[in-house]
């Protein structure tokens, strides 16, 4: 299932950042269909970090999943959205050298229905947000 609207590779620049768009639900409630992304290629990863990975049957596809566990094989990736799919548990790990990069930030759009005063306030509080490592998630994911 895609989760980046077209395909962005890794910065080749003097700041190794770039931009991402989010296309699908297996990341709810974490990201959304639209959310916009800035990924910071070639970073670390540990356990609980939001990535950006090549889809292992489709490498010019790439895909948002929160890295649950490393493995012998690789990162065991998962989505937050459990009825997505999508994921580890469909695809088994992927290779280390398959992890992009980790996302920084996200970016939430203003809709066309958020026009209230109230909505746009509620918006601009909460429109712009690091994406931080969940190790609560982490350990709920791997159980699955």
Do not use: C
């Not at 090549?54 to 998962?78: I, M, N, S, T, Y």
């Not at 695809?91 to 026009?115: H, I, K, M, N, S």
């Amino acid at each position: 299932m895609p989760e980046l609207s077209q395909e962005t590779d890794r910065a080749r620049g003097p700041l190794p950042f770039g931009p991402a768009e989010v296309t699908g639900p297996s990341m709810v409630p974490t990201l959304h269909h639209g959310d916009l992304l800035l990924v910071h290629w070639g970073a670390r990863i540990k356990p609980g970090d939001v990535v950006v990975l090549r889809h292992p049957f489709q490498q010019d596809l790439l895909v948002v999943k929160r890295a649950a566990q490393r493995r012998e094989a690789g990162w065991w990736v998962l989505g937050d959205n459990a009825f997505a799919g999508g994921d580890s548990t469909d695809y088994g790990a992927v290779p280390e050298e398959f992890v992009l990069g980790r996302v920084r930030f996200r970016y939430r759009p203003l809709r066309r229905d958020q026009r209230s005063p109230f909505t746009v306030v509620r918006w601009a509080l909460s429109a712009v947000r690091p994406v931080l490592s969940d190790r609560s998630a982490s350990r709920r994911l791997r159980a699955r």
